[in-house]
Structures are given as C-alpha cells and as structure tokens.
C-alpha cells in the first residue's frame, strides 16, 4: 500500500488544522491505519490508531479529547482532525498502516509509511 499524507501547514494555538492521508489499492480495509509525528530531535511518536473498520481508536494521552481519528474505506483515506492545537503539537505529521489491525504504539511495528506533512503552531 502506498501512502500520501496532506494537509498540515501554520496555525496559532487553539486552532484546528484536518490532515488526510491517501491510500493506493484495494485493499484499504484490510490494514489498520495509524498517525505519528516527530518532533525536532526526538522520536517519532503514536499520535492516533484506527481498526480496519473504525470501530476501534486509539490515543496517545497528549491528544485525547482533542484530535479525532477517521477513515473512509470507500474513499481509501484516513483523517485525523486536529483541534485546541498547541506548540507542542509541532511535528512532522506521519501516517502509517499495517496488515495488523492495531500493531502496537511503536514505529517499528508499522510496515508502511506515507511522507510526513508539517504542522507548525504558533504561540
């Protein structure tokens, strides 16, 4: 599966920004789909996972009650919308999937990569 991440950019804090990712094939709905984002010097880190059918979420604490996670298996997307931002919501903004409906909270547990979109917020 290939991946395409879009539509981060430069927002002031408690604002909203909706990123999106793309996914090629059709077999969107066998894999579960993830968010990551990385920082500058630090790790890349969970930010959000969706199962295969939506049913099931997953969040990092950071974001919990402010971004929400989606995905649209006729459209082949996955969504994660992003509310009360803050700076420290900075990052380079991943998406990821796996054939596993929820592989784990560590990158190394996710087979395939989009490239990451940047999100910036400002004080």
């Known amino acids: 599966v290939q991946l395409q991440a879009y539509g981060g950019g430069l927002v002031q804090a408690e604002g909203s920004l909706r990123l999106s990712c793309a996914a090629s094939g059709r077999t969107f709905s066998t894999y579960g789909m993830g968010w990551f984002r990385q920082a500058p010097g630090k790790e890349r880190e969970f930010v959000a996972g969706?199962?295969?059918?939506?049913?099931?979420?997953y969040y990092t604490d950071s974001v919990k009650g402010r971004f929400t996670i989606s995905r649209d298996n006729a459209k082949n997307t996955v969504n994660l919308q992003m509310n009360s931002l803050k700076p420290e919501d900075t990052a380079v903004y991943y998406c990821?999937?796996?054939?596993?409906?929820?592989?784990?909270?560590?990158?190394?547990?996710?087979?395939?990569w989009g490239q990451g979109t940047q999100v910036t917020v400002s004080s």
């Open positions: 990821a999937a796996d054939k596993a409906s929820y592989p784990g909270g560590t990158p190394s547990e996710w087979d395939y």
């Open positions: 969706i199962g295969r059918s939506g049913g099931s979420t």
